[in-house]
């Protein structure tokens, strides 16, 4: 009983819990990513967009858990199998030496060439997706004001001669 | 909360003759059994989709974050992209191994909500020249995803060819349609600035939509040019309806913006709320949904219309109906595609097409030039509420009215928005990682602001769709095969849509970052018309300026394939009037017995 009370507990202060519940059908253990790749990308989703002052940043927002339903739910097998063969450079690179691997990967955006530079690409894709429509990227960051129900005057302006 | 006070009647009596039966539910459907029931007539309404629970279908204010894959519908379903149009064979979904293949729309944001409502191309493959054809088969057609932009036309579009030279005029002017626009804006709800434009008539508008700081900034500095943007003349009643309590009025959710489109509370128009539910409650209206009309029957003695024969879609059974006066509403392409199927002895060619005109005269939007700016004066500024409504701007068409452009004819008008919506779009051209990065993308979110156009299509003869000879939908029928490309008016129309987009950009002070200059595959603005026009000459038009046939005088076309040109602006609320005004003809003429 200790035993799984204690587990329990473990769970429910983990942010991935939280994370979990808001993404529905996500267990609390990655579906496709293997616990090591799960801590690479996380901590690589955090240098795309780190927290700062304004807000948190892609871990606080779980990012990691929204890429791994993506791409365990994605329809063709090659999404899996590229996501992984760019990500694995990153798991063997120390983690001291990771950003500025990324700096690199990133230094082709527009025209990616390199295995690294289409797995920035991708990373990044899913990065700002999965940030930017989380409680975190629409409200802390973009501090969002929109989907209320307003009363009263609609929002903005009228142009002069109608004001 | 689902509406199950308005369920269609699967079971309908088909022994009895109604008064018409009407074919599609959409706009042009809907409001004909808005105008016939409420002339007291019997009416039976005829839909190939089913009646969906409608709000639990768009979920209007749905945050992201709330659904499993953000609003994404599965992955093993497919929107067909601009690159598919242009290089893939029709039917698209051929060879593919998606579990659905969906119309370009549902690649937008919030594509989970609007899956069970556009059509699966596998299920209605078509053939033959690139077309992006995006149809809905519900209960209210396309109306429950509609963009809502509202607009009348004009004599410059009515009377387009006496002042070019080029094609037909209308049967009818703007005078003989005003009265019908008036109706319909009441009756539906509006919103909207009286201009006083005389290419774009005033609605009986209720209060309008605003603008953002970018946004009134641009029409300053348009007045330069002499040229105006106005707030988006929504068909969506912001003052609330008294008279229909389906409807609530609007709250600046600005959740149809986000999305592909769809009102969960109504204020958006669409055909069922709007329409179809007050019909059913005059006692005259019966709705038969997953009905599949595939023949405008014959009567072998007079060479009228008896009726439609259609196919339940969901148990393969197919059934006849009997009605003196058949009102087809089943879109422009469709009902053409109804017409030509329609083959008997009295009418070999298709019924009401000794013109062999049906099909023909397509005409629709060009789409594709575009221009988005920077506004530097809001970059770093704090954020407002800015999508707290149906629509940005419009700008409406400035071409070829007192002046003639040496280069094309008629002309295009533009829709825009400026400022913050709920996903930086920018984000992924915004280069670079890190608090820079983000800071970036923060600092820009409000500073945007876009504009499309909307160009004119010229009405041709040689575009036009056929029946293919050999490919058949899921349920049997023969479907489309398209011969329709743009030609060197559209060509050249592209090329000043860019040109002076940018330029306005530019004058307003506008940074602009982009400029997209090629026309998007035909079919992509949703406005195609055309291909039973009307007109007063039999041998060049298929219906008179009542949407009568020429040759079978209880058979009428009510949606946009009665449309002899394009104009620029938005059909929907002319197909509306038009159709209102025809079937206030079809009442008289069945109570004088003269159909």
């Known amino acids: ?163 | 909360m689902f509406d199950d006070t308005h369920a269609p009647n699967l079971n309908a009596d088909l022994k009895q003759t109604y008064d018409a039966v009407i074919v599609g539910s959409g706009a042009a459907g809907g409001m004909a059994a808005h105008v016939l029931t409420s002339h007291g007539l019997k009416v039976l309404l005829l839909e190939a989709g089913k009646k969906l629970n409608i709000e639990k279908e768009l979920k209007s204010m749905q945050w992201p974050y709330d659904h499993p894959r953000r609003g994404r519908m599965p992955s093993s379903d497919h929107a067909l992209t601009l690159n598919e149009y242009t290089i893939r064979p029709q039917p698209y979904a051929k060879g593919m191994r998606y579990k659905h293949v969906f119309s370009y729309v549902q690649g937008w944001s919030g594509s989970d909500y609007s899956k069970n409502i556009v059509v699966d191309e596998r299920d209605h493959p078509t053939t033959g020249t690139p077309y992006a054809w995006v149809r809905a088969r519900l209960l209210g057609g396309k109306t429950a995803i509609w963009g809502r932009l509202a607009l009348r036309l004009s004599d410059y579009d009515f009377k387009a060819a006496s002042r070019d030279g080029y094609g037909e005029n209308w049967p009818i002017s703007y005078a003989d349609l005003a009265p019908y626009y008036d109706r319909v804006d009441t009756y539906l709800g509006i919103s909207g600035l009286k201009e006083g434009l005389p290419q774009l008539p005033d609605s009986l508008f209720q209060r309008p939509n605003r603008f953002t700081k970018s946004e009134i900034m641009f029409r300053e500095s348009l007045q330069k040019m002499n040229r105006v943007i106005t707030p988006y003349r929504a068909g969506v009643t912001t003052d609330g309806l008294k008279h229909n309590k389906y409807r609530s009025k609007c709250f600046g959710r600005g959740a149809c913006s986000r999305r592909v489109g769809g009102c969960d509370i109504h204020a958006a128009f669409d055909s069922p709320t709007g329409l179809i539910y007050p019909a059913m409650d005059t006692g005259n209206l019966t709705l038969r949904t997953n009905a599949t009309v595939y023949e405008v029957t014959v009567d072998k003695d007079t060479g009228k219309a008896s009726g439609v024969s259609f196919i339940d879609t969901e148990t393969g059974k197919t059934y006849q109906a009997k009605a003196k006066a058949v009102v087809l509403g089943a879109s422009t392409l469709e009902s053409a595609r109804l017409m030509l199927l329609s083959k008997s002895t009295q009418h070999p060619n298709g019924i009401g097409n000794s013109s062999g005109h049906v099909g023909h005269n397509f005409c629709e939007h060009m789409m594709g030039p575009s221009v988005t700016g920077i506004v530097k004066d809001l970059i770093g500024k704090p954020h407002t509420l800015d999508d707290g409504r149906p629509g940005g701007f419009y700008l409406p068409r400035f071409r070829n009215l007192a002046e003639k452009n040496p280069n094309f004819l008629r002309g295009y008008g533009f829709e825009g928005e400026g400022g913050m919506g709920i996903f930086p779009g920018h984000a992924m051209r915004t280069p670079g990682f890190g608090k820079e990065f983000k800071k970036t993308v923060r600092d820009y979110a409000g500073a945007f602001i876009s504009m499309g156009g909307f160009g004119e299509v010229l009405p041709r003869y040689d575009n036009y769709v056929e029946i293919d000879p050999d490919t058949k939908d899921r349920w049997g029928v023969p479907v489309l095969r398209f011969h329709i490309t743009f030609g060197e008016n559209e060509k050249k129309m592209a090329q000043d849509m860019a040109d002076q987009a940018q330029e306005m950009f530019e004058n307003a002070g506008i940074q602009v970052i982009g400029v997209d200059r090629k026309m998007l595959t035909p079919g992509w603005s949703i406005h195609e018309l055309g291909t039973t026009r009307m007109g007063s000459d039999p041998k060049k038009s298929v219906l008179n300026q009542f949407q009568q046939s020429h040759d079978v005088k209880n058979l009428f076309v009510v949606d946009g394939s009665s449309h002899v040109n394009a104009s620029c602006q938005n059909p929907t609320w002319t197909i509306m009037a038009l159709a209102w005004r025809s079937c206030d003809y079809l009442a008289d003429q069945l109570k004088k017995g003269e159909v």
């Open chain 1, 1 to 163: 009983m200790g035993d799984e009370l204690r587990r329990r507990d473990l769970i429910g202060i983990t942010a991935g819990a939280a994370a979990a519940a808001q993404l529905g059908a996500t267990p609390t253990h990655p579906r496709f990513f293997t616990p090591e790749e799960y801590a690479v990308v996380d901590d690589l989703s955090e240098m795309i967009i780190p927290a700062d002052e304004k807000s948190g940043g892609a871990k606080a927002a779980r990012v990691v858990d929204y890429i791994d339903v993506m791409l365990a739910e994605a329809f063709e097998q090659e999404e899996r199998d590229d996501f992984r063969a760019g990500l694995k450079r990153f798991v063997s690179t120390p983690a001291a030496e990771r950003e500025a691997l990324l700096g690199r990967a990133s230094q082709n955006e527009k025209r990616p060439r390199t295995p690294e530079e289409k797995f920035f690409r991708l990373l990044k894709q899913y990065t700002v997706t999965g940030y930017y429509t989380s409680k975190i990227g629409i409200h802390d960051d973009l501090d969002y004001k929109g989907n209320v129900y307003q009363q009263g005057q609609y929002a903005g302006y009228l142009p002069e001669k109608h004001s």
